[in-house]
């Protein structure tokens, strides 16, 4: 009688890591612990249908096989014994993958129908179930673990589970930009609920002057002993992971934000729940330039501003890293975008950015051209802090809403009883509150990603500084002289 075996499993990796290895017909060799050697036969492809492979196994037995079907697009392939030194006879099996919906899992679906000679039909069986397929879930899974699939192909370099070497850039006394120094250190391979990485591209962002002048402290104590590495956000592809983390592979490529200071560095070690994986057409630069920065976008203009059709908004540093992508979004919510910016240039960029009306200006003055323009705004997004409230406040229509998201010019002190007069509100929120679930980082990311595909953000040019120049990146913020974000590159 044909026996069946059927079994199926779920593997912590995105389908496409899962077939890349398993459509290759000559893989087994690499993971599969039962194969000593494996070759296909002739000058064949290992993915052309018809192909044999040949293989040795590790108990000195020898199996012909030979590939039938193979789907890139249904992820299945099918496959038959054509010799063999175990009595395996008309052995056809098949494998299936499916995405399981989170994106991040792969179901696995592997069975085979077979004859044997009488009273060996339980113990085939159980070789082939236990022997071959269980063990094959269980050997593929360290497999991709260990980065094994990238490394053959060169991809993963550092090793996995030691420390390693890291540079940083960092503050021992709060100061100027030259006050940013490199250090060096090692990272310890990660510890529960963490991932390491090896950063490629890392986001420069305002706060990391603040952070630099030591405007906050608490977030960023420096001492001679324990420098303080800067920044907050970056890019680059996964070296380890440790125990109970879920969702992630040595070799995936990822981008992070983050709550604690640490980002300016080649190495790093952030809990796995700051994390998300990129997708294919996300580069990594792109994503450290783009991340923090059109998250902040994202709940400003969604959760906070809930800017639509007619909203009137004002955008300060509408030319800046954050300003050029609220700009453009709020555009194509339909909002009728106003910006300030510093100098002429700055104007034609914010304009090629949907910004319909900017007014140019150094030292703050803007209130009175905002009204002529629309009556006032419904909507301020505010970066500049003290030197412009009493403009913010005369540029507000009645129950506007002030979202002072940052302070370049200084930390803002604002009475409450200043909104009274045109019943304002107020916001002074912070972007690691917004995504301080994985859930809602990996929501809000894949919302930037999707507005970068549909065009809804438009991609900003990209200022690049090597990581050892952290300090020129960080003048040039300060200058006022930047357009669009500044990334640092390892
Ligand atoms: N709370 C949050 O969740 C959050 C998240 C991200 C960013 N932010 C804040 O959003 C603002 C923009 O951040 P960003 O990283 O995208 O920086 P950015 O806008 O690229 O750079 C800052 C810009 O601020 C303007 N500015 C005005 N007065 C300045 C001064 N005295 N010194 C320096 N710059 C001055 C400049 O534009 P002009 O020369 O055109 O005026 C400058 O280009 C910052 O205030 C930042 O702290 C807050």
Avoid at 61 to 66: A, S, V
Avoid at 463 to 471: K, T
Wanted: proline fraction near 5%; charged fraction near 20%.
């Amino acid at each position: 009688m044909l026996q069946k075996v059927t079994r199926s499993t779920v593997i912590d990796a995105p389908i496409e890591r899962v077939w890349a290895v398993l459509r290759d017909f000559n893989s087994h060799d690499q993971w599969h612990d039962v194969v000593q050697a494996s070759h296909i036969e002739g000058s064949e492809r290992s993915d052309q249908v018809g192909c044999i492979r040949n293989f040795t196994l590790k108990d000195g037995n020898h199996i012909r096989e030979q590939l039938l079907t193979l789907s890139d697009t249904t992820y299945t392939s099918t496959y038959c014994i054509v010799q063999a030194t175990v009595p395996l006879q008309r052995y056809v099996a098949s494998l299936k993958l499916k995405p399981v919906t989170d994106g991040k899992r792969t179901f696995w679906h592997w069975e085979s129908t077979f004859d044997t000679p009488p009273g060996q039909e339980e113990t085939l069986r159980d070789m082939v179930a236990q022997g071959v397929y269980e063990a094959g879930f269980e050997n593929l899974r360290r497999y991709l673990r260990q980065g094994g699939d990238l490394r053959s192909q060169g991809q993963v370099e550092l090793p996995t589970g030691v420390a390693i070497a890291s540079r940083g850039m960092a503050v021992r006394r709060y100061g100027d930009a030259d006050t940013i120094r490199a250090v060096d250190t090692q990272v310890a391979a990660p510890g529960p609920g963490q991932v390491r990485i090896a950063q490629r591209a890392i986001g420069v962002n305002y706060i990391d002057v603040y952070l630099r002048r030591g405007w906050i402290p608490q977030m960023l104590p420096v001492s001679d002993r324990e420098p303080g590495v800067l920044g907050m956000e970056a890019a680059g592809t996964v070296i380890d992971v440790g125990p109970q983390v879920t969702g992630f592979l040595p070799g995936d490529r990822v981008a992070y934000i983050g709550p604690q200071p640490g980002a300016y560095s080649t190495v790093r070690r952030v809990p796995a729940d700051w994390v998300v994986r990129l997708p294919v057409q996300i580069e990594i630069e792109t994503a450290a330039a783009l991340l923090l920065k059109g998250v902040t976008a994202d709940y400003l203009l969604r959760d906070l501003g809930r800017v639509g059709p007619g909203t009137r908004l004002l955008v300060h540093a509408a030319a800046g890293g954050v300003g050029l992508l609220v700009c453009s979004w709020a555009k194509r919510l339909g909002a009728q975008v106003i910006g300030t910016v510093s100098s002429d240039e700055k104007a034609r960029v914010a304009r090629a950015f949907g910004c319909e009306q900017v007014i140019v200006t150094r030292n703050y003055q803007f209130a009175d051209a905002v009204q002529q323009a629309c009556g006032g705004a419904d909507v301020v997004i505010d970066g500049l802090g003290e030197t412009a409230r009493d403009e913010n406040l005369a540029a507000l229509a009645r129950r506007g809403h002030w979202i002072s998201l940052g302070q370049a010019t200084g930390a803002l002190n604002m009475p409450a009883d200043a909104l009274i007069a045109k019943s304002l509100t107020f916001s002074r929120p912070v972007v690691f509150d917004y995504v301080n679930t994985p859930a809602l980082m990996a929501q809000r990311a894949q919302r930037v990603w999707d507005a970068l595909d549909s065009g809804a953000l438009k991609m900003p040019p990209i200022e690049r500084y090597s990581l050892e120049a952290a300090p020129q990146a960080h003048a040039r913020l300060e200058s006022r002289g930047s357009s669009g974000p500044l990334i640092l590159t390892c």
